[in-house]
């Protein structure tokens, strides 16, 4: 699995492509809650090239969602495929994040 990262202004766009499963989904986790504990950090989940994932980047975006979350702030996901979308959905998270239809309007949201 490859992550591409990238800056739009002052966010951080993260777009992990391919399943974020067992190693992968811990290795997407790792990078996205490093990113997460800096100050002032504004960052945007794409899952525009996850087909699927399974509980380790679930649980990788929860705790990134809550630790926002202790800060005011939320996890914003971008362009979340239909499978991704439902399994946010069936395990809750949904609740956790805000999704956007692309990673455009999710840096807009920022603003």
Do not use: W
């Not at 966010?11 to 800096?38: C, M, N, W, Y």
């Not at 990788?60 to 800060?71: F, K, P, S, V």
């Amino acid at each position: 699995m490859k992550i591409e990262q990238h800056c739009v202004g002052t966010v951080d766009v993260f777009t992990p492509i391919g399943p974020l499963v067992d190693q992968d989904g811990a290795k997407f986790t790792e990078v996205l809650l490093g990113r997460i504990e800096a100050p002032n950090s504004r960052v945007v989940v794409s899952l525009a090239e996850v087909p699927y994932m399974d509980s380790p980047a679930l649980e990788g975006l929860q705790t990134a969602a809550e630790r926002l979350a202790e800060r005011a702030c939320s996890l914003k996901v971008a362009a979340a495929t239909p499978t991704c979308r439902e399994i946010l959905e069936i395990t809750g998270l949904s609740t956790m994040i805000r999704f956007f239809r692309d990673v455009q309007d999710a840096v807009r949201s920022f603003l």
